[in-house]
């Protein structure tokens, strides 16, 4: 499975953004897909999860504020960032799991400005 995200950028908080992620396969027949973030000097987070059955998680400190969906016509994995906080500033990643094995995307810059 391959991965690539987009749609990072700078952002003033309180603003939002939508990172999407394209995938190399049906993205409905993937185990879990999500989004995970590093931020500098941090391990890397899970941020939320999408399983094949359609069941989110969200970690709770962007519950509320993040949405998770996946694009049946694009075969695309999306994050809808609102209410952004200068503590959301990380490299956002987006993952497959299938089978037991993780897929990586490249990773995009999400920085907010306070």
């Known amino acids: 499975v391959q991965l690539q995200a987009s749609g990072g950028g700078l952002v003033q908080a309180g603003g939002s953004l939508r990172l999407s992620c394209a995938v190399s396969?049906?993205?409905?027949?993937?185990?879990?897909t999500g989004w995970y973030r590093q931020a500098p000097g941090k391990q890397r987070e899970m941020v939320a999860t999408i399983a094949r059955n359609g069941i989110r998680k969200y970690t709770d400190s962007v519950q509320g504020r993040f949405t998770i969906s996946r694009d049946i016509a694009k075969n695309t994995l999306n994050l809808q960032m609102n209410s952004l906080k200068p503590e959301d500033t990380a490299v956002y990643f987006c993952?497959?799991?299938?089978?037991?094995?993780?897929?990586w995307g490249q990773g995009t810059l999400v920085t907010v400005s306070s």
């Open positions: 396969r049906n993205i409905f027949s993937i185990d879990n």
């Open positions: 993952n497959a799991n299938d089978n037991g094995i993780n897929y």
